[in-house]
């Protein structure tokens, strides 16, 4: 058992801190050469505290009882109790939370019949809005985007539903309170951790419901397997000719988009994640090419090489286009191949975001080609 003198001061935060169950190590009582004992009101002014309390049972009392008595006072007063039980040791007992879920088995099929109705709500609203979803593929709308869209205005409107749902549940319990159709003791707690939960299950059911849907409005935009572009070219040796997707109808427009371009690789696009661009020349009326020296990444195995945006003339079409010449210069071949694709891609949505400036100023690149 454990001596009743009472447990040494600087023990009583290790004995917080333990957990329920056999204790790691048992708290030390001080000895009857350091107690004193005094009257209550003596102690109490000189600052004193109650760190702990000895019950000494009497010897006829067994070990179930002394389990039920510890029991007993652990939960009447949340306090830490330690029990000296012959032929088994010291036990301490703590009061510990516990959850009960009752109910449960049927909140899967509640779940899944709600994840059901929300993606044949989807379906149905992908057929009707198919033209809507050809005309932002018309303007530049990539799968993944329409299928943010659809994931989006599912995650919108459960966000909208269970907020408005946990608004009228309140409004609704207080009501029938007020009303006296609940019972008095009837208490409920609407800052619950389980009303946190219950908010995620459902918000993430209507989030799994509108996968399927998404993926259908992604393959309305792009029917392929590829989602992502490729160069439509393989480097021949240590040269790579790659055309770039774009139209202009005159030459004075294609030099507006060769400075653009120019004005890119000489402010925002200089450093990019993947790539440098050490130097670039702008383009002219008589000699219509970007050039610029590239080190890609990683730096440290100084690939480098040099790229030559040049416009070309189609005759028959009667339209103007670029291609996008490279040639290494310097490191191995296998990597410069291999990590070229982020400045070939980069290139290429510089140029179609050309189609997103305003005619005035497409007109001022155009100007500053002329005067060069």
Wanted: aromatic share 10%.
């Amino acid at each position: 058992g454990m001596p009743p003198a009472p447990v040494k001061p600087e023990h009583n935060s290790v004995i917080a801190m333990q957990p329920p169950g056999p204790p790691p190590s048992v708290p030390s009582s001080a000895g009857w050469r350091e107690v004193i004992v005094v009257p209550y009101r003596l102690a109490a002014l000189a600052g004193g505290y109650l760190a702990s309390v000895a019950l000494e049972p009497p010897a006829s009392a067994g070990s179930e009882l002394l389990l039920n008595v510890s029991r007993s006072i652990t939960i009447a007063t949340d306090l830490k109790v330690y029990a000296g039980l012959k032929g088994v040791g010291v036990l301490s007992g703590a009061r510990v939370a516990s959850y009960m879920f009752l109910g449960w088995e049927v909140i899967p099929v509640v779940l899944a019949i709600g994840a059901l109705n929300v993606a044949m709500t989807l379906l149905g609203n992908l057929k009707e809005r198919t033209r809507e979803i050809y005309v932002f593929t018309a303007v530049g709308l990539s799968p993944l985007g329409s299928a943010l869209m659809y994931v989006t205005e599912t995650l919108t409107y459960a966000v909208v539903s269970v907020v408005a749902g946990y608004v009228l549940g309140f409004a609704a319990n207080r009501a029938l309170a007020a009303a006296g159709l609940l019972p008095s003791a009837y208490a409920l707690n609407y800052a619950s951790a389980f009303i946190v939960i219950a908010f995620a299950v459902l918000i993430a059911s209507a989030l799994a419901a509108s996968l399927y849907p998404s993926m259908v409005a992604a393959t309305m935009i792009t029917p392929s397997l590829e989602r992502r572009w490729k160069p439509p070219t393989k480097p021949r040796g240590d040269t790579w000719v790659i055309p770039i997707p774009i139209r202009f109808p005159s030459r004075e427009e294609a030099l507006g988009s060769l400075f653009y371009i120019y004005e890119y690789f000489t402010g925002m696009g200089k450093e990019r994640p993947y790539f440098i661009v050490r130097e670039a020349s702008p383009p002219s009326r008589e000699n219509p090419t970007v050039r610029a020296v590239v080190a890609l990444a990683p730096y440290e195995l100084g690939v480098t090489q040099e790229a030559v945006i040049q416009l070309l003339a189609d005759d028959i079409r009667g339209v103007y286009t670029f291609s996008l010449k490279l040639t290494r210069l310097t490191g191995s071949r296998s990597v410069w191949e291999a990590n070229n694709y982020y400045f070939i891609d980069d290139v290429r949505k510089q140029a179609l975001m050309w189609r997103t400036l305003p005619p005035e100023k497409r007109g001022e690149y155009a100007r500053k080609v002329v005067g060069a």
